[in-house]
């Protein structure tokens, strides 16, 4: 049988105390720093070409991170397209995402967007037509459009915070939901800012 | 544009080319193929290594009339091509070129690619392509090499049209050398190579926005310089990136004036002296006992160009855990991807390590610790038992081979036990001497590598030490040192069996050996002569230095087939995701 070295056993070492998180950080009674994840949102303004939307979820989905929802569109500038993420992450994997998509060749400028920033997503979904005048009034409550409607399904569209949205589905379950299609949220900081740092260069007035 | 490339006078397009074109020694093109060879000419590429096929032959076909220049390797295998180029890449600091047709010569060149990913070692590939009108139709031969290539690769590109392709390739090129390295593909449909076009590629650009930071903020290297000058267990972890970024003379003398002790990652090997009394040499898995005492105890650890890859770690829990970490790296998206940086430095390794030494006035007051240091070097010293009547212990013959070489020979190999008694028990003092597969681990690695190493370095010794199974697994590879007169030796450290496997059987797995145990494996002496190289076997002690200097001797590729002790383990050894600090010496401390 073959030898091992020589040296003191493991139990025989003297082996320090200290711990790192899962996140690779020091936990020190001081700044026992806990990363709870978050939902938030990043923008991601690239270049217009085939293939980077395959690029971008492949990243995401190789790097195991926790994706809500993934729009993408076009800019005032035909060259440039917004991706708009989702994820659920901790500060440290927003980072990761944030650093990791900027690596990205056609991505142009990457930026994780303010709490007052202004989102929203559209849910068309379809119902049971038995009760029509109680789904219009629903469909009212939730300032939505009613896109079709027949005498067995009634076809609505709302746009709104994420909140909204799920609120409105709850609101429309009592009718039998057949269907639903729901964009994603999409988003721009608001105000005078622009939503991530190469926006006002690439800005082409339409 | 393409109305006059069909005319003969090529003499005369060669003068008014050249006078347009601010690159030197560019040269007219008629054809998209032409201008994918003109833009590698212009990158100063000297050697290719491919295999051809029918959606390449365009390419090949436009080299022919280059072969002066531009030296085609042809190899066995494309996987042989890829790893080849690799290690080329490595050791020229330029990307290594590969080639291979589209379908099955393109998804053979895919672990290689993997590879160099993982190891960020420039590479650019050049994949044939079925037509664009018969792309998505399953065409013969056809893979979507940029779907299937896209997680492996720093990026990749479908090219469209002739016009546009031979700075398509320039791009890649640049993209495969700047900032952090790494492999690269362009996919050549046949008609955008055959297709007209008199556009001479330019000197390549890539997007601005990717603008590769040099230095690190001022007020970042301050802050990591206080906390270093500052440390009373300071250690400097250094990675495979101060190599690439060719950065060892300027971390060898932060070290050794501020004397820090240095301990390296595996692909940092010979970024520091090992034969310095700072150095601890390489932590991890099969580290080294000191190194990995050292890095569980630093209170602060100055990591460059590392990836902190779970091999070197360990349990992130347990890795450094008293250290503040500043991390060097080049690639941001490394910061505290794995393990958190309190100090983030992204620049350059060379330049920011410059920066370190300008800010730095104060030696860290570490005695005791290098003196700690020192003790752990004793009391877990790198050794292993030679009773000589039994059979021969792999660790020597490494050691051998290493006392009859010049220190700047080039080291390669495969993946398993043999890799890691190479990593440990050769002394490694320059950078770009040890070329192996630290990533992704792939087998079959080494002759191919040692191959691409030959032709980058042809005056210097080249040593491929190798597994029975890895060897097996690119032995094809044979045949192209031979043709090319390449003067390389192989070294097998033959124990019958994939050992890496069987070690971790025996300790994991209750010595059930699935599959591991080699009933037979060829006579690779006998196999060598037949591919026309020189074949040599050893099975004792005595016999191993002279074995060992007439294959080194031997002018052309030679193979040493050395019978090992089938039961020799590796250690130290961290069980997967343990405490660094808990390396066993032996299986019973698993
Ligand atoms: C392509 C590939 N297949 C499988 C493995 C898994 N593996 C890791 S080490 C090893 C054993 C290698 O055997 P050998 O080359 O003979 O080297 P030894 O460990 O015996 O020195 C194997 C099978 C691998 N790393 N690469």
Redesign the pocket.
Known sequence: MSQGLDGPHPEARNIPEGRRSPEGIRLDPQNGADHERHRTVISALVQHEPGVLSKVSGLVSRRQFNIESLTVGSTTNPETARITLVIEESPPGIRQVETQLEKLLPVISVRELDDDAVRRELVVLKVHGEEPDKVHAITEMYSGTVLDAGPRTITVEITGDEQKIDDAIDAFAQFGIREIARTGQTALARGEMWTTDAEEERYERT | MSDHVSTVHTDEQTTTTTEAQSDEGASPVTNGAEAVVAALKNAGVEHLFGVQGGAIMPVYDALHAKQEQLRHVTMAHEQGAAHAADAYGQLTGEPGVCMATSGPGATNLTTGLADADMDSDPVIALTGQVPTDLVGHDAFQETDTVGVTRPVTKANYFASDAETVGDMVGEAYTLAREGRPGPTLVDLPKDVTNGTTDSVPVSPTTPEYHDIPETAAASAVENAVRALSNARKPLILSGGGVIKGDASEELRAFAIEHRIPVVTTMPGIGSFPEDHELALEWAGMHGTGYANMAISHCDCLLAIGTRFDDRLTGGIETFAPEAEIIHVDIDASEISKNVHADYPLIGDASRVIEQLQAAMDEEPAADQWREQCQTWKEAYPMTYATPEDEPLKPQFVVEAMDELTPEDTIVTT??????MWAAQYWTYTEPNTWISSHGL????YGLPAAIGAKVAAPDRDVVCF??????L?TIQELSVAVREGLDITVIV?N?E?????RQWQDAFFDRRRMASEYQWVPDFATLAEAFGAKGFTVREYEAVPDTLEAARAYDGPSVVDAFIDPEENVYPMVASGGNNAEFALSEDQL
């Open positions: 495969g993946v398993g036990q043999h890799q681990g792939t087998m079959g190798d597994g029975d199974g890895s060897l697994m450290l124990n069996a994939v050992g890496m496997v």
